[in-house]
Nanobody, 126 residues
Framework: QVQLVESGGGLVQAGGSLRLSCAASGRSFSSYTMGWFRQAPGKEREFVAGIHWTGGQRNYADSVRDRFTISRDNAKNTVYLQMINLKPEDTAIYFC???????????????????WGQGTQVTVSS
């Protein structure tokens, strides 16, 4: 069983920055592909960014490419999402997710991830 705990959300003005963290329990973190998803009110949960368990592949949604950066620190069992130039449309609950299946690519759908955190709210004011 893996537990994921997100932190770092908050209220920020448009153009500002935030860094989200996701701390994972367990001893197999380095073997998990990790993803960040978000869900805005009334919308479906959508893929934001993912990093392969090898660290060799990173995927981003087109809407956040060049503004968000995903990274991981296996020694700390933590994955990060650095967000810059935030926009009001980035407002959502952000979820961390883990794919423990040694997949060859970073999956971009919710069904590809087995473990989920509770989420952290990000609100960007205009």
């Amino acid at each position: 069983q893996v537990q994921l705990v997100e932190s770092g959300g908050g209220l920020v003005q448009a153009g500002g920055s935030l860094r989200l963290s996701c701390a994972a329990s367990g001893r197999s973190f380095s073997s998990y592909t990790m993803g960040w998803f978000r869900q805005a009110p009334g919308k479906e949960r959508e893929f934001v960014a993912g990093i392969h368990w090898t660290g060799g592949q990173r995927n981003y949604a087109d809407s956040v490419r060049d503004r968000f950066t995903i990274s991981r620190d296996n020694a700390k069992n933590t994955v990060y999402l650095q967000m810059i130039n935030l926009k009001p449309e980035d407002t959502a609950i952000y979820f961390c997710a883990a794919d423990p299946k040694y997949t060859s690519v970073v999956l971009t759908t919710t069904r590809g991830y087995h473990y989920w955190g509770q989420g952290t709210q990000v609100t960007v004011s205009s």
